[in-house]
Structure formats: C-alpha cells, structure tokens
C-alpha cells in the first residue's frame, strides 16, 4: 500500500512526536521548521528536511500545521 505524502511544518514537543509515528508508520514525510536543527532529527525516521515552507509543502496531498501562534503561520 502506498501512502501520501506529507508536510509537517512545526517540529516542537508535540510536532515531533507525531511526524516521526507518521514516518515510523510509512508516510512519506517532508519536515520544516524554523530552525532546521530540530527538523534533521526525523532524518534518522527517513523524512525529508526543507529548508523552507515552500519546499516542504511543493507537491504533497496533506499538508499538517503544529506552529506555536498565529505570527508563525
């Protein structure tokens, strides 16, 4: 079975956890946050690492926001 891909923008203490189980689970992931660092670690659970929104969201069928506040949108 093959699953859409996935953008996860916001990779804080609850985005991580939920776009590594989305990865671990077999979903293509495209990770972005502001500052990458945090993004490389889904690396390791084989997720994409944008250097921008843009990248992350280019060509994907869901799109999941976890920003902290409504100027980070």
Not at 22 to 33: K, S
Not at 36 to 51: D, F, I, P, S, Y
Request: glycine letters at 10%; aromatic letters at 6%.
């Amino acid at each position: 079975m093959s699953y859409p891909t996935v953008a996860f923008l916001g990779i804080g203490l609850m985005g991580q956890p939920m776009a590594a189980r989305l990865a671990d689970a077999g979903f293509p992931l495209h990770a972005w946050n502001r500052s990458t660092a945090k993004a490389r670690t889904l690396a390791t659970h084989g997720a994409r690492v944008c250097e921008s929104v843009e990248e992350a969201v280019r060509g994907v069928a869901i799109v999941v926001s976890m920003l902290e506040a409504g100027p980070a949108v």
